[in-house]
């Protein structure tokens, strides 16, 4: 099994990331590996193939295209930045996955469309701008509405409010493990050459299948 995921981080290692990253949508690229563990989590719980796999403010396609090489019904990827899904297309044609990927632009906190219970995949800002504050909230808000089931990276720490928030919208914690973000010197408030950030990930269960 570890040998599956590490075959997937390098299949997802030409996913390029973003050319022209915006601060305050906290644009930073998925880390294959990363986005590998998520999506090898996934799919060992059943969340993944014959499933509709939504990847909230899906960036470039990590997330996305990492769910399309695991046999899901179909993947769609919803991002507010256009350019970011030029990129995210010419990384599908370079991940080569079969599935149906449908790219739609739109705010992932207000869904431009209807999808049925599905998994939901997504890398929401953590909420470190100013102005920006508890931005993965809203994310998660919408995972509420739409998922049987979601992952969700969140800042080290956040433990205790996603649980929180989960309990309180009809959700439950099923599994959580640690992560690493590797995060360039790509803003101007950026005050080292690159860092890495602790993280978390998490599994919600929103509701049982019917």
Do not use: K
């Not at 305050?24 to 990363?34: F, G, I, K, V």
């Not at 350019?83 to 044609?93: F, G, I």
């Not at 049925?116 to 993965?136: K, R």
């Not at 049987?148 to 720490?157: D, I």
């Amino acid at each position: 099994m570890t040998a599956t995921r590490r075959r997937l981080a390098q299949e997802l290692g030409v996913v390029t990331g973003f050319e022209d990253p915006v601060a305050a949508l906290e644009q930073y690229h998925t880390p294959p590996d990363l986005a590998a563990h998520i999506v090898h989590v996934a799919d060992l719980q059943g969340d993944i193939e014959d499933e509709t796999v939504l990847d909230l403010g899906c960036g470039t396609g990590m997330l996305s295209l990492g769910a399309a090489l695991r046999s899901p019904a179909r993947v769609v990827g919803v991002e507010l930045d256009a350019d970011a899904l030029v990129t995210a297309r010419e990384n599908e044609r370079r991940v080569g996955a079969r599935a149906d990927v449908a790219w739609v632009r739109g705010d992932a906190t207000r869904l431009p469309l209807c999808p049925p219970d599905c998994t939901v995949l997504m890398n929401p800002p953590f909420g470190a701008q100013d102005g920006n504050e508890h931005a993965d909230r809203a994310f998660l808000e919408t995972a509420a509405e739409v998922a049987r089931v979601s992952y969700s990276v969140h800042n080290a720490g956040s433990e205790a409010f996603v649980e929180s928030f989960a309990a309180d919208n009809g959700g439950e914690v099923t599994h959580a493990f640690q992560a690493e973000l590797e995060l360039p010197h790509q803003f101007d408030h950026h005050d080292a050459e690159a860092g890495v950030v602790d993280a978390e990930v998490f599994r919600i269960r929103w509701r049982d299948d019917a």
